[in-house]
């Protein structure tokens, strides 16, 4: 689990002025994850900066399974996917949290995560940190101890990070 030292992630994250709408730079991740060695430098830096210990890998639907699942498999450790509101066909435990212009609800199996197992929060991106904070609460709810939260991409102006207090949070760019 060695850096690359010669990839630099934040060349491989492609600026697209006003979308969604005017104003907003979207971060497009497309070509970290079209370019293998990049993406395994990606993967290589988050297993660098995770606690040691962890059992399970928390991936954030849609774009934390990528990044979830992949850092998993190098660690060797299992993965447990929060995915929305009825996605999942076994009893689950949910949560609403606020989205800039609404609500919207996460779930996790009742039986993904047990008593004190210690885990990490994973995501593409932290920008209001609302989902990262409904995440860390349903890990919680089942009893698993969030070792941390790492994300790929912050969004500092945002202020995502408050929402994580107590949480050990890292990301590999800032904007």
């Known amino acids: 689990?060695?850096?690359?030292?010669?990839i630099q992630l934040r060349d491989y994250i492609r600026d697209i002025p006003n979308f969604p709408k005017p104003g907003i730079t979207f971060r497009d991740i497309s070509p970290l994850l079209a370019n293998g060695e990049a993406f395994s430098a990606c993967i290589s830096e988050l297993a660098v900066n995770m606690p040691r210990?962890?059992?399970?890998?928390?991936?954030i639907e849609s774009r934390g399974f990528l990044?979830?699942?992949a850092l998993a498999q190098l660690t060797g450790v299992g993965f447990v996917p929060i995915r929305k509101?009825?996605?999942?066909?076994?009893?689950?435990?949910?949560?609403e949290y606020e989205l800039e212009y609404g609500t919207d609800i996460l779930e996790i199996h009742k039986d993904a995560l047990g008593h004190g197992?210690?885990?990490v929060v994973i995501d593409d991106l932290l920008a209001t940190g609302g989902t990262a904070a409904a995440t860390v609460q349903l890990c919680q709810k089942l009893g698993a101890n969030v070792a941390a939260c790492l994300f790929v991409i912050e969004l500092e102006d945002l202020k995502g990070r408050d929402k994580l207090t107590g949480v050990p949070t890292f990301s590999l760019m800032k904007y």
């Open 1 to 6: 689990m060695k850096p690359h030292p010669a």
């Open 53 to 59: 210990d962890v059992e399970a890998i928390v991936g």
């Open 67 to 69: 990044f979830g699942a």
């Open 85 to 95: 509101s009825g996605k999942l066909p076994l009893e689950t435990h949910a949560i």
């Open 117 to 119: 197992h210690k885990v």
